[in-house]
């Protein structure tokens, strides 16, 4: 597929567990974004990649919230401990360079903390 | 500090009425850029406009055009006889100082009823 793709679309967990979420960016895209959504609300950035490089990771709420793209294509998200308040969808999305350029967003993953 | 508001939190509105969606936005940079997006009930995010700080020629594409006026700050939008496939959630967003992320709005609910 030509897009960027997030796995899993949902996810459950129970307060307390790890979560690992995926984005695989458009090929060749070389900046790779993570935001959160909270219902009602506009994305809220977490980080940012240019390739492998973590150039940005402000938005990160805790130090429970780990994100890595190790050869600069695929990142993943990591949550470890998932609180309540951890309960949102995440986007990822990517462009060609840097957040002056379009983005292109994935379609979530949302993710339910009980 | 950078902010985007966009102050209508829902409109709604009978197909093939006009409809201004309002973006102001506040930053100390020279150089940025702005951004819509519309996010349809499926979810996903989807790129409309980019358009840079230098270039305030309003741009019209189709039945979407977008008015730039860095003397009010603002970045507005508006879709001519709308369609109910217009109905989404649109957000304006502003790359930050040093391009690495975008700040979004709250976004806008924009009811097209048939």
């Known amino acids: 597929g030509a897009g960027v793709s997030q796995s899993p679309r949902y996810k459950v967990a129970k307060r307390g567990q790890d979560v690992a979420l995926r984005c695989d960016p458009i090929s060749g895209h070389v900046s790779l974004f993570w935001y959160q959504q909270a219902l009602g609300q506009g994305p809220e950035f977490l980080t940012y990649?240019?390739?492998?490089?973590?150039?940005?990771k402000s938005g990160l709420p805790s130090d429970r919230f780990f994100a890595e793209r190790p050869e600069g294509s695929v990142s993943t998200l990591k949550i470890q401990r998932t609180q309540q308040e951890d309960s949102a969808v995440y986007l990822c999305?990517?462009?060609?360079?840097?957040?002056?350029?379009?983005?292109?967003f994935g379609p979530g993953t949302r993710l339910t903390v009980t | 500090a950078q902010k985007v508001t966009q102050a209508q939190t829902e409109i709604s509105v009978v197909e093939k009425e006009d409809v201004t969606l309002d973006c102001v936005y506040e930053?100390?940079?020279?150089?940025?850029?702005l951004f819509w997006y519309k996010q349809p009930p499926s979810g996903e995010l989807v790129f409309l406009i980019r358009?840079?700080?230098?270039?305030?020629q309003n741009e019209i594409s189709g039945r979407y055009s977008w008015n730039f006026q860095k003397s009010t700050s603002s970045f507005n939008f508006t879709i001519t006889a709308s369609q109910v496939v217009d109905s989404a959630v649109y957000f304006c967003a502003l790359s930050n100082t040093g391009g690495f992320k975008n700040i979004f709005g709250a976004g806008t609910r924009l009811f097209v009823k048939a």
């Open positions: 990649f240019q390739n492998e490089a973590q150039l940005d």
């Open positions: 930053t100390r940079d020279t150089t940025y850029y």
């Open positions: 358009r840079n700080s230098f270039d305030e």
């Open positions: 999305a990517s462009s060609i360079s840097g957040g002056n350029y379009e983005q292109y």
